[in-house]
């Protein structure tokens, strides 16, 4: 059996998996390639098995979404290792490799990300990702290579090895056993920032999240929910606050989540001058969906909580006040 599995999370992509399967196949002979399956309704299975007979069909009976779909699916996989791979993403030529290095001789290292580079400007960070996430006080994340809309090139400024906060849901390498050990992601999340969830609970447990760039994949972004969706601004602001109930230090729960409550308020605000109103809406219907649920995500809540979970107090003044647009500036 091979050591490391490359799970695929499919919903109606059957466009994306004729265009990015065929890499991840080349590239990826140490590895036994999944198609996970969220219920499709379009021609995807049909182009697996006709175009793609050495890929393994995972069939999920509904739309899971992301967190859910990834935890039905994992069930029926053994390899030691997993990646867990957007639809959207090109691979490169030996991209495993430095992986399985970092994982057969750093015991303590759980979760690795990869360079992710931008699909449709190759000389540039991808938004959802870039060289490796953090989070700020509040719960803002932010990675080396983007803060916000700022992309950085790649100039290889992060040419390196890294100690990171989170691992991006594009490219995310988790040993099956710490997977099984935390539980999986939160299905409550359906899908964004559940990586960052699980990855904090990885290092509340003691392990260690890396970036290596020796590793590099390239990835469109928004090919399943663009930027523009509301449905995609209801997600990160409801998980965001869903995220920092489970994981902050118990001293500082109620303040940063009331902080943080304003501050989407004034996010709702500026929705409204740019004419955004669905987006307002989505915050508020956030907000609505977040209370309903605290009850049972405090139960969640582990007697393990990192104090020192933060990279910088503040992104948002970081970055507009002190013009901290690059990760190097803040």
């Known amino acids: 059996m091979k050591k ?3 799970v695929i999370l499919n919903w109606n992509g059957e466009k994306l998996l004729k265009q990015f399967l065929p890499s991840v196949i080349s590239f990826s002979s140490e590895a036994k390639i999944y198609v996970a399956d969220n219920a499709s309704t379009d021609n995807s299975l049909e182009v697996i098995k006709n175009q793609f007979p050495s890929v393994t069909i995972i069939q999920n009976d509904a739309n899971y979404g992301f967190a859910k779909g990834y935890n039905v699916a994992l069930q029926n996989i053994e390899e030691k290792y997993l990646c867990l791979l957007n639809s959207d993403v090109e691979v490169t030529e030996n991209w495993l490799t430095p992986i399985l290095s970092l994982f057969e001789n750093n015991p303590e290292v759980g979760i690795i990300q ?3 580079l931008d699909y449709k ?3 540039y960070f991808e938004y959802a990702g870039a060289a490796g996430g953090y989070i700020d006080k509040f719960g803002y994340p932010f990675c080396r290579g983007r803060i916000f809309d700022n992309v950085e090139k790649d100039n290889g400024q992060y040419d390196d090895e890294q100690t990171i906060f989170w691992a991006s849901g594009a490219c995310f390498f988790i040993r099956k056993d ?23 609970r990885a290092i509340n447990g003691g392990y260690k999240i890396k970036y290596t760039s020796k590793s590099v994949v390239f990835h469109v972004g928004g090919a399943t ?17 869903l995220m920092l109930l489970k994981n902050l230090p118990k001293k500082e729960l109620f303040s940063i989540i009331f902080s943080r409550l304003c501050m989407d308020g004034l996010a709702g605000i500026q929705f409204v001058f740019k004419g955004k109103f669905k987006h307002s809406f989505a915050i508020i219907k956030a907000h609505f969906s977040f209370y309903s649920l605290i009850n049972k995500t405090l139960k969640k809540r582990t007697s393990l909580q990192l104090k020192n979970y933060y990279y910088t107090k503040s992104i948002v003044y970081q970055y507009f006040v002190k013009n901290g647009k690059v990760f190097d500036k803040i």
Request: proline residues 4%; hydrophobic residues 40%.
């Open 4 to 6: 490391i599995a490359v």
């Open 114 to 116: 990869p360079k992710i």
């Open 121 to 123: 400007n190759k000389a």
């Open 178 to 200: 710490i997977f099984n050990q935390l539980n999986g992601f939160d299905d409550d999340f359906f899908a964004h920032q559940e990586e960052i969830d699980l990855c904090w």
């Open 225 to 241: 929910l663009n930027e523009g969706n509301p449905r995609k601004t209801f997600l990160n602001f409801r998980n965001s606050l």
